[in-house]
């Protein structure tokens, strides 16, 4: 049974360019996730879909970072133009949905070093 | 807003050490309580969960965790641990029908 799938795994880039993250749910999972995780800030929640629908973008540090869901079975996470600061892990994770008591599955996350 | 605190950032022992990692947070109305541990290198799994029922929860790996619902924590246990156990612990809260809120993460380092 396949888990939470990411690309790339690791990404090396220069400041300024477009960064795209991609993510596939688990099959029959409604809620997919997007975090950031930094030494300095932990685990935090950029984003937040529930069928395809995104619920809560406060988490998302500015309007250089968009993220999308154009179906059940993937979202993109961008950050154009991308700067130092936003070297981090990022995972992506998804649940069968928001209700009461349902754990969310990571996927092995996209390490992102921007030079 | 709920908040979890992990008050421990680094703890260190030595193998068959007994641990605990303490988890506290805050929000009066009922809650689903996780653990969560990421092995360095990898993802982030899930170790135990509480939803009701027993507060005593047992999870993989020989560990556990005790709900105490008047001191608003979910700390985690192990007996004894092993130099495999080093990893980063998360705890982490979700209202019904809300998503989860993790702690800072508590880093453990067993020594062998």
């Known amino acids: 049974d396949a888990g939470v799938i990411q690309s790339p795994r690791h990404e090396v880039t220069e400041m300024g360019q477009e960064v795209t993250l991609r993510c596939k749910p688990i099959?029959?999972?409604?809620?997919l996730f997007w975090y950031r995780q930094t030494m300095m800030r932990g685990l935090e929640l950029l984003i937040y879909f529930n069928n395809n629908v995104p619920i809560d973008d406060s988490g998302m540090p500015e309007d250089r970072f968009s993220a999308k869901m154009p179906n059940a079975s993937f979202s993109t996470l961008k950050i154009q133009p991308s700067e130092p600061r936003d070297s981090a892990v990022y995972f992506c994770?998804?649940?069968?949905?928001?209700?009461?008591?349902?754990?969310?599955?990571f996927g092995d996350g996209t390490r992102l070093s921007i030079l | 807003a709920q908040s979890v605190s992990q008050h421990n950032h680094h703890v260190i022992l030595s193998e068959a050490a007994s641990l605990e990692l303490g988890c506290n947070y805050s929000y009066g109305g009922t809650v689903n309580l996780f653990w969560y541990v990421q092995y360095p290198g990898q993802h982030l799994q899930l170790l135990l969960k509480?939803?009701?029922?027993?507060?005593l929860v047992k999870g993989i790996k020989g560990f556990e965790a005790e709900f105490i619902k008047s001191k608003f924590s979910f700390n985690l246990r192990k007996p004894s641990v092993q130099w495999s156990d080093t990893a980063e612990y998360f705890c982490?809260?979700?209202?019904?029908?809300?998503?989860?809120?993790f702690g800072s993460g508590t880093q453990l380092t067993v020594l062998p």
């Open positions: 982490a809260v979700s209202p019904p029908a809300r998503q989860l809120t």
């Open positions: 099959s029959g999972h409604n809620s």
């Open positions: 509480y939803f009701s029922g027993d507060p």
């Open positions: 994770a998804s649940s069968p949905n928001t209700g009461r008591g349902q754990p969310q599955h």
